[in-house]
């Protein structure tokens, strides 16, 4: 069983920036490739961005490629996500999950961008 805790979410102004945070309780964290998929108010789910087990290879959605960086400590089992530039429609709440089958995900975090 692998518990993910989001936290880092919260009101910020256009432009502004935020740093959402995912803790995870199992050591076997390092092993996992991890992605952060959000879902805006009214929408389905959209992934955003994935990370590599080791921490080495990242991809992004189109929407956010140069605003957002993903990144991990396997060290303190924590993976990130630094949002910068943030804009309205990046308003959503934010989700980390692995790459497992099934998949482990969190509770989210909320990420609100007021105009």
């Known amino acids: 069983q692998v518990t993910l805790m989001e936290s880092g979410g919260g009101s910020v102004q256009a432009g502004g920036s935020l740093r959402l945070s995912c803790a995870a309780s199992?050591?076997?964290?390092?092993?996992?490739?991890m992605s952060w998929v959000r879902q805006a108010p009214g929408k389905g789910l959209e992934w955003v961005s994935h990370?590599?087990?080791?921490?080495?290879?990242?991809f992004y959605a189109d929407s956010v490629k140069g605003r957002f960086t993903i990144s991990r400590d396997n060290a303190k089992n924590t993976l990130y996500l630094q949002m910068n530039s943030l804009k309205t429609e990046d308003h959503a709440v934010y989700y980390c999950?692995?790459?497992?089958?099934?998949?482990?995900w969190g509770q989210g975090t909320q990420v609100t961008v007021s105009s």
């Open positions: 999950a692995t790459h497992t089958f099934p998949p482990y």
């Open positions: 990370i590599n087990s080791g921490g080495d290879s990242t």
């Open positions: 199992t050591f076997t964290f390092s092993t996992y490739d």
